[in-house]
């Protein structure tokens, strides 16, 4: 169990501290507003996908408290994502979002190792599909914020 814990823990302040090192080209309601909208598409993905169908989960089966520590890495991976996405070419933002399916796919093969998060119907390929669209869904709710945000 500590090794898991340690596993999510250190995946956090390694984001936090990207974050805090970066050159931000986010304004700080940028990040709040996308952050807010990026932890609820991941709850509202994993009530369906883990509480109704079981596919996947975090840490052991049902509700679980300590699955609440892994909701950080939602918000903070968002804005590191955010703040690098290149906005205005197609052919970069494709392989951006390319790199950070790898990393996102990496990742999530690690952590299952770790067994801080489990498959249970759900196929890494899986993932491999939905990861674009999710990343490509950040992005947009960006370009909604800016916009509405003028």
Sequence with gaps: MF???LFVFATITIFAL??????????KLEMYVTSWFALY??????VYLVLHHHLYGYFSEGVDYKAFLVFPLYPLYNII???YFPFGNLRKQLVYIVANTIFLLL???FISHTEAFYHNG???WYSAFV???VL??????LKIVRRLNG
């Design 18 to 27: 990207i974050i805090y090192v970066m050159p931000k080209r986010l304004s």
């Design 41 to 46: 598409f991941a709850l509202l993905t994993d």
């Design 136 to 141: 490509y869904v950040l992005a947009w709710n």
């Design 131 to 133: 990861y674009p669209l």
């Design 107 to 109: 990742y999530e093969w």
């Design 122 to 124: 759900w196929k890494l």
């Design 81 to 83: 994502f955010l703040n």
């Design 3 to 5: 090794i898991r814990m």
